[in-house]
């Protein structure tokens, strides 16, 4: 990541799933379902946001410390961000490969802005504003991995964009500390009719032509860096 990112960032020192905070503590009750390398990696979420709002940053790339950039990723993040009109809470820069997206506008020759109907399940590169971190701080039992709590964003009521064709992507060069589960879980088991119900605010608020354009263009071949880039990306979770 300093190779990469040369002296413009600052590392956050991660938390252990057995050590979290005790300002944290409430948000992970035991009984919980997630595995401790699972608490561990949505506490270092956590403890970023908060270190994000305590400095008075309006928003920031959130990075973890296994994904490859693109050249221009600094250029990128900043185009994206500059044509997002209104308050907004979360940016994806990871693991979208061909979900259906409705495009917004450019950001350089070959990425767009995006809106997602299904976000990507990944927090391995995210921009977050200052009212997302709040919205991601509030207070609750977590009982899913971070990432697919943000998947979940209308249960925050998170404003969430992307950028696609990623550029950013998880490398397969080394292996992650959180182990999967031994058995599939269907989160949506836990709540069917909120589920539904937030699915369905999804294609609402993306209206019957933007979702015809977003799976027109999902059903498209991808272009040759789309398909690097998907390609590049890793089979693990974010």
Same mark, same amino acid.
């Given at each position: 990541?300093?190779?990469?990112?040369?002296?413009?960032?600052?590392?956050?020192?991660?938390? %252990?799933? %057995?050590?979290?905070?005790?300002?944290?503590?409430?948000?992970?009750?035991?009984?919980?379902?997630?595995?401790?390398?699972?608490?561990?990696?949505?506490?270092?979420?956590?403890?970023?946001?908060?270190?994000?709002?305590?400095?008075?940053?309006?928003?920031?790339?959130?990075?973890?410390?296994?994904?490859?950039?693109?050249?221009?990723?600094?250029?990128?993040?900043?185009?994206?961000?500059?044509?997002? /009109?209104?308050?907004?809470?979360?940016?994806?820069?990871?693991?979208?490969?061909?979900?259906?997206?409705?495009?917004?506008?450019?950001?350089?020759? /070959?990425?767009?802005?995006?809106?997602?109907?299904?976000?990507?399940?990944?927090?391995?590169?995210?921009?977050?504003?200052?009212?997302?971190?709040?919205?991601?701080?509030?207070?609750?039992? %977590?009982?899913?991995?971070?990432?697919?709590?943000?998947?979940?964003?209308?249960?925050?009521?998170?404003?969430?964009?992307?950028?696609?064709?990623?550029?950013?992507?998880?490398?397969?060069?080394?292996?992650?500390?959180?182990?999967?589960?031994?058995?599939?879980?269907?989160?949506?088991?836990?709540?069917?009719?909120?589920?539904?119900?937030?699915?369905?605010?999804?294609?609402?608020?993306?209206?019957?032509?933007?979702?015809?354009?977003?799976?027109?263009?999902?059903?498209?071949?991808?272009?040759?860096?789309?398909?690097?880039?998907?390609?590049?990306?890793?089979?693990?979770?974010?």
């Amino acid at each position: 990541m300093s190779e990469q990112l040369g002296g413009r960032f600052e590392r956050i020192e991660a938390v %252990r799933g %057995r050590a979290v905070p005790q300002r944290l503590a409430d948000n992970f009750k035991d009984p919980t379902p997630l595995l401790p390398g699972e608490i561990g990696c949505y506490a270092s979420h956590l403890v970023t946001a908060e270190t994000i709002l305590e400095r008075g940053i309006p928003y920031a790339a959130v990075l973890e410390d296994d994904v490859k950039l693109a050249d221009d990723f600094h250029k990128l993040v900043e185009d994206a961000v500059a044509q997002i /009109d209104g308050e907004w809470d979360i940016l994806s820069l990871s693991g979208a490969k061909q979900h259906p997206h409705y495009k917004f506008a450019p950001v350089g020759p /070959d990425h767009h802005l995006v809106h997602y109907l299904h976000f990507p399940k990944t927090t391995a590169a995210y921009v977050i504003s200052a009212s997302g971190c709040r919205k991601l701080l509030a207070t609750r039992r %977590r009982t899913r991995p971070v990432d697919v709590d943000i998947r979940y964003g209308w249960e925050m009521d998170v404003n969430g964009y992307g950028v696609y064709p990623p550029p950013a992507w998880q490398t397969s060069e080394f292996a992650s500390s959180i182990p999967k589960a031994k058995k599939q879980r269907f989160y949506w088991r836990a709540d069917p009719l909120g589920y539904l119900m937030g699915r369905t605010m999804g294609v609402w608020k993306m209206g019957p032509v933007r979702l015809a354009r977003a799976y027109l263009q999902d059903m498209r071949p991808p272009k040759s860096s789309d398909a690097q880039s998907s390609a590049a990306q890793s089979p693990r979770r974010g």
